[in-house]
Nanobody, 120 residues
Framework: QVQLVESGGGLVQPGGSLRLSCAAS????????MGWYRQAPGKQRELVAE???????NYADSVKGRFTVSRDNAKNTVYLQMNTLKPEDTAVYYC??????????????WGQGTQVTVSD
């Protein structure tokens, strides 16, 4: 019924930039808050950034000043602009969405993940 699909991951050198996208598709009423999480090998999944329907944002301390989360409501898409990337940013990045599938049903959806590798 509803799918979140991430794109934009890849291999980048330290200090470089990447822009991740997450597009929601299918049948739903509206999208509330959306967020980006990441999981590195051997570590737990952690919140990277989130954005509310009103545009308020929150970031992990490790990415403040380097990452920017934004959304295009007309395209049902959330973005994560990642600048000054570091090797410790290497992880699988997951999109999270809090979505009203109809007027009375609220569900949480996850994307399949996209790999970001920061290395020389």
């Amino acid at each position: 019924q509803v799918q979140l699909v991430e794109s934009g991951g890849g291999l980048v050198q330290p200090g470089g930039s990447l822009r991740l996208s997450c597009a929601a598709s299918g049948s739903f009423s509206s999208i509330n808050a959306m967020g980006w999480y990441r999981q590195a090998p051997g570590k737990q999944r952690e919140l990277v950034a989130e954005i509310t329907s009103g545009g308020s944002t929150n970031y992990a301390d490790s990415v403040k000043g380097r990452f920017t989360v934004s959304r295009d409501n007309a395209k049902n898409t959330v973005y994560l602009q990642m600048n000054t990337l570091k090797p410790e940013d290497t992880a699988v990045y997951y999109c999270n969405g809090n979505i009203w599938v109809n007027s009375w049903t609220f569900r949480v959806y996850w994307g399949q993940g996209t790999q970001v590798t920061v290395s020389d």
